[in-house]
């Protein structure tokens, strides 16, 4: 079966850091992807894994452990405009561009 | 470039009826994915279209289906709605990267 798990909810200030935890167990693995959904709108892409390790974007970074089962997206110097649903997915095939996603984690930036 | 673009934005039905929904991906882009939205299931894959051809399929029952045409724009139908239909409906067109979609703003089903 397909498993992806995410906090369902997380609060943080403006300018602080927050980190987006996702652990993943998939009948295959080609890649992690992070999205981010605002209310009422498309999901828009993040950033991109498939090799262990950190890949800073900007503001936003996102680390991978395939032996872990484990990502994370760390959201630096918050703004108001991140509050915002973050999707962690995952690629199980080798062919195309289906993803498994997680329910998300609804993130709320509080001043 | 034109972004994904899906209609009908909204639109009701009741049960039993069929629906057809329609998915224009960006220029260039032979790869259109569907995906379901719902609050308590989130995004569920439904099928992948490349070329004209289903490349990838969910786990969704016979009622749903699609079809891409030689322009690359693709079509869902559902056909005997059930009330469990309800849902936001999204379209996305792939990029560059294997996992990089491109969505739409999606059709937002209800069934009445």
């Known amino acids: 079966g397909q498993n992806i798990d995410q906090p369902t909810e997380m609060t943080a200030t403006e300018g602080a850091i927050v980190q987006i935890n996702c652990t993943y167990q998939t009948s295959g693995f080609n890649g992690l992807f992070w999205y981010q959904q605002h209310a009422g709108e498309a999901p828009t892409f993040l950033s991109y894994?498939?090799?262990?390790g950190l890949e800073e974007k900007g503001r936003f970074s996102s680390f991978l452990s395939r032996s872990k089962g484990y990502s994370y997206l760390l959201l630096k110097e918050l703004q108001m405009k991140d509050s915002a649903s973050y999707l962690c997915a995952v690629r199980v095939d080798n062919q195309g561009g289906k993803l498994i996603f997680g329910q998300g984690t609804e993130l709320s930036v509080k001043p | 470039k034109a972004g994904v673009t899906q209609t009908p934005r909204y639109l009701i039905k009741t049960r039993g009826q069929q629906v057809t929904l329609s998915c224009s991906p960006i220029?260039?882009?032979?790869?259109v994915s569907w995906y379901q939205q719902t609050p308590g299931q989130g995004l569920q894959f439904l099928f992948e279209y490349f070329s004209e051809t289903q490349r990838n399929k969910g786990n969704f029952p016979g009622r749903f289906s699609g079809r891409q045409f030689s322009n690359s724009r693709s079509e869902m139908n559902v056909s005997t709605l059930e009330l469990g239909d309800s849902a936001l409906y999204l379209c996305?067109?792939?990029?560059?990267?294997?996992?990089?979609?491109?969505f739409g703003e999606g059709s937002r089903l209800t069934v009445l």
């Open positions: 996305a067109s792939r990029g560059d990267l294997p996992g990089e979609l491109f």
């Open positions: 220029s260039g882009h032979r790869s």
């Open positions: 894994n498939v090799l262990d």
